[in-house]
């Protein structure tokens, strides 16, 4: 057998221990009522967190399904919204294009005009050292042709001259020249 340890008690030891035994059972020991009314208080306050914590369960149920709701309803706006980001993109891009096309037509047309511009006033200063250089004459002075003979001029042959105002001589069909007008 293993060894036992054993204490050695007094007389009056023993019977102390046996009286405070005894003196349990009849009193129904340390307070068993009011540890059974914490017992109960306990239950009860766990009872209201399960409950509170099923309440906040169902609000974030019917949370997920709002945001579901909400989420069907803004998914196809996020779609649109995208499409429309990709046409900006694409429009801006187009502009950029068009501007580019724009500033090179521009350069070449201001190009052209200057080099138009140029020979405007190469040809001016060719005139001008023409004209100086008598090869086109100045132009004659309005007034009677100079006289050359005393004569009166003769008719050509076959030469009518035209009808006096007032009096009107009718002409054959296919003498009449025929005019077209435009409107």
Do not use: C
Not at 17 to 30: A, F, I, N, T, Y
Not at 59 to 77: A, F, G, Q, T
Not at 99 to 122: C, G, P, R, V, W
Not at 138 to 150: A, D, H, K, V, Y
């Amino acid at each position: 057998m293993a060894e036992d340890e054993y204490e050695i008690l007094s007389r009056h030891e023993l019977q102390r221990l046996r009286d405070e035994v005894k003196s349990m059972k009849h009193e129904g020991g340390p307070d068993i009522r009011g540890l059974q009314r914490a017992i109960q208080e306990l239950n009860d306050k766990l009872n209201q967190m399960i409950e509170v914590f099923e309440e906040a369960t169902e609000d974030l149920r019917d949370e997920d399904k709002e945001s579901e709701l909400v989420d069907e309803k803004i998914d196809p706006l996020l779609e649109r919204i995208s499409g429309i980001e990709e046409q900006n993109k694409k429009i801006a891009e187009g502009l950029v294009t068009i501007n580019d096309i724009i500033e090179e037509k521009l350069a070449e047309i201001s190009e052209t005009a200057k080099s138009l511009q140029d020979m405007q006033e190469e040809l001016k200063e060719s005139m001008e050292e023409h004209r100086h250089e008598e090869r086109f004459p100045e132009p004659p002075t309005m007034g009677p042709p100079p006289l050359t003979s005393t004569r009166p001029p003769t008719k050509p042959a076959g030469f009518t001259p035209p009808p006096l105002p007032g009096t009107k001589k009718e002409e054959p069909e296919h003498h009449k020249k025929k005019r077209f007008h435009l409107f």
